[in-house]
């Protein structure tokens, strides 16, 4: 069983910058599976944000996310984080982190993921 714990939301202004951080315990060990950042703003269906895989050395990102937000781990701390730039109103949702066990599913199908966090929420301000 794996528990994640999302930290780092809060309130921003538009083109502000925030990281998320999402801590992972429990089993297996946090560097046998990818991980990823998810979205839902209210009325919208949750979407996907990045993804990593167990090193660090692949990632993924939304076209609508690309070149602003950053997704990187730390296995040592078994943490994710996700570093977001240039910030939109349009990211404005909560950011729910997931742990993906085969990392051969569709990262962006949300069915994919093995275990979810309870969510923290981010608001941008325009």
């Known amino acids: 069983q794996v528990q994640l714990v999302e930290s780092g939301g809060g309130l921003v202004q538009a083109g502000d910058s925030l990281r998320l951080s999402c801590l992972a315990t429990g089993r297996p060990l946090f560097n ?27 990632t993924h ?20 984080f996700l570093q977001m730039g240039a910030m939109k109103s349009e990211d404005t949702a909560t950011y729910y982190c997931a742990a993906r066990f085969d990392w051969n599913r569709d990262y962006e199908n949300s069915h994919s993921y093995n275990y979810w966090g309870q969510g923290t929420q981010v608001t941008v301000s325009s």
């Open 61 to 80: 990102y939304a076209d609508s996310v690309k070149d602003r937000f950053t997704i990187s781990r730390n296995n040592a701390e078994a943490t994710v």
């Open 32 to 58: 046998n599976y990818a991980m990823a950042w998810f979205r839902q703003a209210p009325g919208k269906e949750r979407e996907f944000v990045a993804t990593i895989n167990w090193n660090g050395g692949v």
